[in-house]
């Protein structure tokens, strides 16, 4: 089945059910345009005097009743211990999950609140007025590390899966195209690597694996974010999620074309960003000395999640100037994502002549 399928049917008889449901029949629910590879169909639901609402309707069977499960009992612990996350809510049932089988092929529904405020992206990349952009920064940091302080103590009923469950060397040998022998090699090598590393409750734990500015909202009165779309949350090192916040800062200074004033930027904004991380929890300085190496994992997870794409979309597989931008730096092991390499361009940012595959 695919996105256009799935929300025809929701059209026709989902929607209805998940009303009832969730006792939504006074709403007014409203389809968001998917992002390319979106593996749901989510819709806003707002009525008059309530707060708004998303809902989820996951079509793929990508995903296990239990590891959406785990997905939804870990946002409503990581709210209930303070993490500053948008809830999910339980069905009249008392079900954080509720699954609906229509021609032999189940959706699975959840519904969370809606978050206070805007994404960047929908106020034109400008922060509230008055506050300095340090001070988005320092936020960044602490709701993350407050998310992470909170895994340390997180027992699951349902499990998610674990990093190495996907990111495997067999997996990868399926996904990727021999004719990217090279790239393979060091995507085998990274994993090795990673292997090696400890795996204790101060490193590694739940995660949100995908922790950017298109997942979270800002209330502009007051600077808090509310992060969602845990879809992607799984058991990984948690440097993978600050590696992921480095990578962030990247877009405010990447105009510059001189590439000593962009180190000097981006030295400043992660020293920022892990202020506001440490003020919620502790990391010791041998994880943080691994930045370079998880800079690498978020390539790895882009690459494969392209890869992911195309074969979900039923296309050839194809190199654009983005990905294989992603590739020569993995190939060539250029750290930092090339951003203080000769290979970057401010004309042209994180683009590298497209490849034959």
């Known amino acids: 089945m695919n996105y256009n399928e799935a929300v025809t049917i929701g059209d026709a008889c989902l929607l209805t059910v998940v009303s009832e449901l969730y006792g939504l029949e006074c709403y007014a629910i409203r389809l968001i345009p998917a992002h390319d590879g979106g593996r749901n169909v989510v819709y806003t639901c707002e009525k008059a005097g309530s707060p708004s609402k998303i809902l989820r309707i996951a079509f793929l069977p990508d995903r296990s009743r239990e590891d959406i499960l785990g997905e939804v009992e870990y946002i409503r612990y990581l709210y209930e211990h303070g993490g500053s996350v948008a809830n999910v809510i339980s069905s009249r049932k008392g079900n954080l999950l509720e699954e609906i089988t229509y021609n032999n092929h189940t959706f699975r529904v959840c519904l969370f609140e809606k978050a206070k405020g805007k994404m960047l992206v929908e106020n034109n990349y400008q922060y509230r007025e008055g506050a ?18 909170i895994a340390k103590g997180y027992v699951p009923v349902h499990p998610r899966h674990s990093f190495f469950d996907k990111y495997n060397a067999e997996y990868i040998d399926q996904l990727i195209p021999d004719s990217l022998s090279l790239l ?14 400890d795996r204790n409750q101060e490193t590694f734990g739940m995660v949100h694996f995908d922790y950017n500015d298109g997942n979270y909202s800002i209330d502009f009165d007051t600077g808090q974010l509310t992060v969602y779309d845990f879809d992607n949350s799984c058991y990984c090192w948690y440097m993978f999620d600050l590696a992921s916040l480095w990578g962030n800062g990247m877009g405010w200074i990447q105009s510059e074309p001189d590439a000593g004033k962009r180190k000097q930027f981006m030295d400043d904004y992660f020293e920022t960003v892990l202020a506001g991380y440490r003020s919620e929890t502790s990391i010791d300085n041998s994880m943080l000395d691994k930045l370079p190496l998880f800079i690498k994992v978020t390539l790895m997870e882009s690459i494969v999640d392209a890869f992911e794409v195309m074969q979900n979309n039923g296309e050839e597989p194809a190199c654009d100037e983005e990905l294989s931008y992603l590739i020569k730096c993995l190939e060539d092991d250029i750290p930092y994502k090339g951003f203080f390499h000769d290979m970057f361009s401010c004309e042209d940012p994180f683009e590298a002549k497209e490849r034959n595959i």
């Open 132 to 149: 300095p952009i340090t001070e988005y920064y320092y936020n960044c940091g602490k709701v993350l590390g407050k998310m992470h302080q």
């Open 184 to 197: 393979k090699e060091k995507m085998a090598e990274l994993l090795d690597t990673l292997q090696g590393l």
